[in-house]
T-cell receptor, first 114, second 117 residues
Framework: AQKITQTQPGMFVQEKEAVTLDCTYD???????LFWYKQPSSGEMIFLIY??????QNATEGRYSLNFQKARKSANLVISASQLGDSAMYFC???????????FGAGTRLFVKA | DTAVSQTPKYLVTQMGNDKSIKCEQN?????MYWYKQDSKKFLKIMFS???????INETVPNRFSPKSPDKAHLNLHINSLELGDSAVYFC????????????????FGAGTRLSVL
């Protein structure tokens, strides 16, 4: 069965520093997609970055990068040069090719300190 | 223009009432979803429609009934509201659910905060 685990309920980071948010997953499907979403206090869900299971390179989008380690089944989000506006909940999610279902992790709340 | 729009943003109602939440996407996507986010921020899928056809129907009370009049709209009707239905409900859409490509990205509406008193 699919599973997404985010073990860090809360994280603190100093402004301008980098931070890594952990995500591990479990699926028996060799083909799947991994996603990260940001949910600021205003409540909307914002797509950040995507990684396909067959992608050879780690995905990057501006200050966001995904540290994809397939053998370890981990898909950690790295935010470089943290900004105060990065304070939010971050969700890791996965979809396999078995259907339309995407499952989400429990989320990590990130606090960026000035 | 908002890509996925939900109305209303806030909904406060009494137990036992019936209410609807509307969702529209202007992205030309094939698949639409309803999610429920509880007070602990856990996000769980409820329903999904692909080209107006129901493809995911999770273990949700049958008081919840989705309706997709066309590919761009997915509404959620809730009968006999209960206290436990209080949550934030998100609508989302994606271009093509069957591919492993970037098309699987789901774009979310702003959410509807439902409070049942």
């Amino acid at each position: 069965a699919q599973k997404i685990t985010q073990t860090q309920p809360g994280m603190f980071v100093q402004e301008k520093e980098a931070v890594t948010l952990d995500c591990t997953y479990d699926t028996s499907d060799p083909s799947y997609g991994l996603f990260w979403y940001k949910q600021p206090s205003s409540g909307e869900m914002i797509f950040l970055i995507y990684q396909g299971s067959y992608d050879q390179q780690n995905a990057t989008e501006g200050r966001y990068s995904l540290n994809f380690q397939k053998a370890r089944k981990s898909a950690n989000l790295v935010i470089s040069a943290s900004q105060l506006g990065d304070s939010a909940m971050y969700f890791c999610a996965m979809r396999d090719t078995g259907g339309f279902k995407t499952i989400f992790g429990a989320g990590t709340r990130l606090f960026v300190k000035a | 223009d908002t890509a996925v729009s939900q109305t209303p943003k806030y909904l406060v109602t009494q137990m036992g009432n019936d209410k609807s939440i509307k969702c529209e996407q202007n992205l030309g996507h094939d698949t639409m979803y309803w999610y429920k986010q509880d007070s602990k921020k856990f996000l769980k899928i409820m329903f999904s429609y692909n080209n107006k056809e129901l493809i995911i129907n999770e273990t949700v009370p049958n008081r919840f009934s989705p309706k997709s009049p066309d590919k761009a709209h997915l509404n959620l009707h809730i009968n006999s509201l209960e206290l436990g239905d209080s949550a934030v409900y998100f609508c989302a859409s994606s271009q093509d659910g069957w591919s492993e490509t970037i098309k699987n990205i789901q774009y979310f509406g702003a959410g509807t905060r439902l409070s049942v008193l």
